[in-house]
């Protein structure tokens, strides 16, 4: 399950990304938060947001998002393209 809140502008944030532990490390949750990132980008929202735990950052890290230089435990995802 993942959902995400939007300003329906510019801004969104992810929450609520959970993958049941038996289903866990088979990509569901990536493919879960690259659907949300693909549908906001869809509706031309480029700047995402969410906060994660330090046991799943390098989660985030590794779909594009960059941990918040000042160390709270916000993420951002910035556009590639």
Not at 25 to 51: C, M, P, S, W, Y
Not at 75 to 80: D, K, L, P, T, V
Request: hydrophobic share 40%; net charge negative; glycine share 8%.
């Amino acid at each position: 399950m993942a959902r995400a809140t939007s300003d329906h502008t510019f801004n969104a944030t992810i929450w609520d990304v959970i993958v049941d532990p038996s289903y866990q490390g088979l990509g569901l949750g990536k493919a879960l938060v690259e659907q949300v990132i693909r549908t906001l980008l869809r509706h031309d929202i480029g700047n995402i947001t969410l906060f994660a735990d330090s046991k799943v950052v390098d989660f985030y890290k590794n779909l594009g998002f960059e941990a918040d230089p000042d160390g709270i435990k916000g993420m951002f995802w910035y556009s590639r393209y």
